[in-house]
Structure formats: C-alpha cells, structure tokens
C-alpha cells in the first residue's frame, strides 16, 4: 500500500518551524556578533523558510518557481549550515562548496527535460545532495570535537551521520518503489518512514545551535578562570587544582619547582612595565615549549611560576631544571629594538622530603628558592631535610627555621632594597 501526501501541507508547516528558528538566531546575531557561525545559521534558516514557502506552493504556482526555484534556496540552506559549522570550528567556509549544489540543480532543471519532468530524478539529485552535506557537517563537528570538546559536537556527529544515512536510504528506495505526482500529491509506499525528518532536522538544528553557543561561552568563561591571561600559562587556581589533584594520586616521585626571574623590578625600571610584561611573556613561553608530557606549569602571581613534575626521579628532574634554567639565561627576548637578558632562580621539593601534602611542598619549595636567592641567584637549588634545621637571618631579624611553621613570605623580602 503506497502512502499519500501532501506536499504543500509539509513545507508550509516545515517553513512555519524555519521561520520561528530564524527570528530567534536573528536577534542572537543582532545582539552578538562575535560568534561568525550564528549569522550563517541565520541565512541557513531563512533560506530554508523562503525555500520551503516555495515549495508549498506548488499546486498553484508555476511549477518552474515552486519547485525549480524553490529546491536551490532549499539547497542553500544545507549549504549555509555547514559553513556555519565551519565558521563555528574556526575555519574559512568554501563558498564554491555552498554554491555548487544549488548551482547544479538550477543547470539540470532549466537544461535537462527528463531531470525537470522526473519526480524520481530531482529526489535521488536533492537526496545525494543533502547526504553529502550531511557527512560534511559529521567531518567538521569531529574537527572541532578534537579541538573543544564540547558535548554537542557528539551529538552533531550522532545525528547528521543519521541524517546521511537517511537521505542515502532514500536513493534505492525511490528506485526500487518509484514516486508518483500529481496535483501537488505524491505516493510512495516508504513516504510516511521519511515524512517527518524535516522537522526533525529543524528543531534538532536549533538545539544543537543554541548549545554550541552555549558550551563555547562556558568554555570561555572558564578557561578565563583556568588561563593567566599575560602569560597565557595555567592560572595560580588552576595550577594548585591540578597539583593537588596529582598529588591525591600519592606519586612514588614528584618535585614541586618554583621559579622566579632575577632582578625583575630592574626591566621595570629601566624600560617599563611593557618590557616586564614581554619579559614574563617570553620567558613563559620558552618554559611552556620545553613542558614534558604530564607536567604542570602555571603563574602563581608576578613574577614567579610554578612547575610540576611528576612521576621522575631526583636526577631527571634536576636534570631538566637546569637545562631549563640555562635555556632562560641563553634567551633574547627582543622589545623596541633592545634585548632583555633574563635568569631564573628555581627552588625544587621532592614529595620525598616533604609527603604529598601541597602545602608542605610549596614550602620547601619555597625554602630552596629562597637560598638559592641567597646563594646569587640564577641557579637550581633543591630542598633537602637538612634545612629544617637551619636559621637563615634576614637582616637580623626573621628566620625560616621549618618546613611547616614560621613559613615567612618572599614578598617582604623582595620589596626592601637590594632586593628583587
């Protein structure tokens, strides 16, 4: 038993769901334009209104308008979405890519009597058309899955990559149950399987937009609070987060490092704070290139810095420190025409010595910087159980005597003069 129906009912209804779709992403665009993806959705869905509204007038209007004209903006309107995914990946969409379809449709009704008069015909030509661009949204939401993650994107994937296979489906069953039309009716006995995924792909559409947007925001927002923003490195939260998340794992063997550039109040005062932000620039960027595999780095507040590295031992982790240091020591770091000559001091704790307790960590850490400023600076000094005991007098009136009380603060240190 075929199944009957009517065709302009569907596209009226399906360009009432386009039309409302579109208002909707039209204010998001008027409202923000930064995200470039909203306004081709945007085109996306009101060419697949004015599509869809030509197509409902097939039983009155001219044949040549409703469905000759009226499939292309259709065509378009797939064209249009996937360049939206394009743009949403931070890709350049191909306009020959979102022409060609509906450019070859327009060649074939007007220039081939037996694709215009073939009901048949012009369905394996849009269902081929919309399963090929189907599986260029599936490629391009993988693209951009690998780069974000963004939950959507697997439900892009999931649901175009039915969509496809839908629309691929639709090519041997027209062969084998051919269509027939007449007055705007069509009938087949697989047309009600099918009948709905216009309506389908529109609501799904909307989503999916929306919550790439979105996610995308969310991501901003939170890679904001994850990203120093000079530096470009792990922020003090999200440095901490990830070493206390490491350490809770209880590693064998792990070294906390932190690092500090040397005389850094002087590039302030000779060339200004710019140069002391290219120097904090240049120097996280040459640590962040040389980063191992597992190894935490971030910016724990001027110019200091914070590395982690777990899961080596004590001589492949001084090892890498001091290469590192002596990289930063070779570094020229270029701004308006002079060369900023930058070292570091790097005191480094073992969980060895101190247990996986970040505090305690970043204080012996802290301790081993500290000597190493005392010791000339511009070299590696590791925290040992020895200096527990040890007084170190500053100016004759602080002492470091432990690892967990009396920790006294390098900001005083540094802020008196002499020191930097």
Known sequence: MSTTLSIPT???????????????????WLTDKREKAIGWWCASMWAATIGTMMLATR???????????GNPVTVLAFGFSWAGYVAFAGGRPSKPVVLTAAMAWLVLYFGVD????????????????????????????????????????????IFYGLHSLLYLVRIPMTLIYPVTESNGMVSAPWLASFALEGFTLTIFSTFVFMALVKER??????????????????????????????LARQPKSAFLALLDLDFFKKINDTYGHMAGDRALQGFAHYVSSKLQP???????????????????NETAAV??????????????????????????????ASVDETGCDFDNLMAGADNALYLAK??????????????????????????????????ISRIAVRSRPGRA
């Open 217 to 246: 925001a969310e991501r901003r927002y939170r890679l904001a609070a994850e990203i120093d923003s000079l530096t470009s490195v792990s922020s003090r939260r999200h440095f901490v987060s990830e070493t206390r998340t490491a």
């Open 10 to 28: 569907v596209f009226v209804c399906t360009s009432i769901t386009t039309f409302i779709v579109a208002l909707a992403l039209s204010y998001l």
């Open 294 to 312: 597992n190894m935490a780095f971030g910016r724990l507040g001027g110019e200091e810095f914070g590395l982690f590295l777990p899961d080596r």
């Open 319 to 348: 090892d890498f420190l001091e290469n590192l240091r002596a990289g930063v020591e070779a570094l020229e770091i270029r701004f308006n025409g002079n060369v900023l000559k930058v070292t570091t001091s790097i005191g480094v």
């Open 374 to 407: 005392e010791q000339g600076r511009n070299r590696v000094c590791l925290f040992s159980s020895v200096m527990r005991l040890e007084k170190i007098l500053e100016e004759g009136q602080e002492s470091r005597l432990s690892l967990a009380e009396n920790r």
């Open 114 to 157: 037996s694709f215009r008069d073939g009901v048949n015909n012009r369905i394996i030509f849009i269902s081929l058309v919309f399963a090929i661009f189907g599986v260029l949204v599936v490629h391009c939401a993988w693209r951009g899955w690998r780069s974000e993650h963004l939950p959507s994107y697997l439900a892009t994937m």
């Open 59 to 69: 039983a009155a209007l001219p044949h040549w308008f409703s469905v000759g004209l």
